[in-house]
């Protein structure tokens, strides 16, 4: 069996979770998780008949092994990557980043198996944050098995876009090379390899969130927000900042997801919820990078918050609302809180009811 190419297996994503489940896999969400549109698309309506008498919550049983991964669902929540900082002769603060493009084999949901490319044998990579006019210095190694890049969201000059054919172009394994920029514009953004082809680059799992904090003393008008974002800042403690970044698992390399999620474990904040303090504000950063689906989503339940698309503005681009959609590379902030809200599980999910079954669904947990 080839892995990669033009010869599909011809398995659909209801015959694979069937597979799944004569197999031995348990995922309690059948019922959900074969409502797909591939299911849909052929003997759709007797799958969801059938599917219909079964109203368990969709959901996975057991959990991965996150010792064997390296990384786990909680942790991918909070980390980030500030670099090795120090200070140039001219007074910028430098930060210096190491990322190998590393193969690994990643569990992506119980029993379930992703042959990954990685960043720094994680997906996503590293969250990489700054401050807005820091020079960034990015050594990358590709200790993987084909030839990758990075490239960034960000303003840069040509030679550091970490595209095919400019630059340093497509960095072959075993070689390496350095992305070097300052970081501009603040807000939410991300990066991902740029070789070719790019979808399946995207898709094994090179990338990762990409955050600058504003600089307060560039926004004087807006200080206090810029300080409040800043995690140099005393006030960004007054905000429990999480990273999602929402992906999507072809495994069986049809070109289809099989499996989705935010922060790659499928149902991950459904069997562990995200434990939020309810008098605390929360800040999301969440990036789009699920590749074979246009958009992809988030709904959260019972509350309301505000949008700022790419974080790149200090006023909400969007006020109250429950619901945005990210095509992908777009990405912004999240902000909400459940002050006085009653304690308790509150869903949040793709609103794509398709994503949410197979894997894109979790609770954020509220507590004293
Ligand atoms: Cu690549």
């Not at 084999?105 to 994680?122: D, H």
């Not at 246009?294 to 006020?319: A, C, E, M, R, W």
Request: with cysteine; net charge negative.
């Amino acid at each position: 069996m080839k892995i990669f190419g033009n010869n599909k297996m011809n398995l659909s994503r209801r015959d694979f979770l069937k597979t799944a489940f004569s197999g031995g896999l348990a995922i309690s969400g059948l019922a959900g998780a074969a409502a797909t549109k591939d299911a849909l698309a052929g003997q759709g309506m007797d799958t969801m008949q059938q599917g219909s008498h079964d109203h368990g919550m969709p959901g996975t049983v057991g959990m991965v092994d996150n010792a064997a991964n390296g990384f786990d669902a909680q942790s991918l929540l909070y980390e980030w990557d500030y670099g090795e900082v120090s200070e140039l002769p001219n007074g910028q603060i430098l930060r210096e980043y190491n990322i190998a493009a590393v193969d690994k084999e990643i569990e992506i949901a119980p029993g379930v198996f992703f042959p990954a490319w990685t960043y720094n044998s994680r997906v996503p990579g590293p969250s990489l944050r700054c401050v807005e006019g820091d020079r960034i210095r990015l050594r990358f190694i590709n200790a993987g098995s084909h030839p990758h890049t990075i490239h960034f969201h960000g303003i840069h000059s040509a030679s550091m876009d970490g595209v095919p054919g400019v630059g340093a172009g497509e960095i072959n394994p075993g070689e390496e090379t350095i992305y070097e920029f300052d970081a501009f514009p603040f807000g939410c953004h991300l990066y991902h390899c740029h070789a070719n082809p790019l979808k399946r680059h995207i898709h094994k799992g090179l990338y990762g969130a990409f955050v600058i904090d504003p600089d307060p003393s560039l926004h004087p008008e807006y200080e206090i927000l810029a300080r409040q974002r800043n995690h140099q800042f005393p006030e960004s403690e007054e905000y429990n900042e999480m990273v999602m970044v929402m992906n999507g698992f072809d495994t069986n390399f049809d070109g289809d997801n099989e499996f989705y999620a935010a922060n790659t474990i499928a149902f991950a904040y459904m069997n562990e919820p995200i434990q939020i303090k309810r008098d605390q504000i929360q800040r999301l950063y969440l990036v789009n990078i699920t590749e074979f689906d246009p958009i992809n989503s988030f709904h959260v339940h019972g509350n309301f918050f505000d949008y700022y698309d790419h974080g790149t503005t200090f006023q909400p681009t969007l006020k109250t609302v429950d619901t945005i959609m990210q095509c992908q590379a777009q990405r912004g902030i999240l902000e909400f809180s459940f002050k006085d809200f009653e304690l308790g599980r509150y869903m949040f999910h793709a609103h794509q009811s398709e994503f949410a079954e197979l894997g894109w669904m979790g609770f954020f947990e509220v507590v004293e």
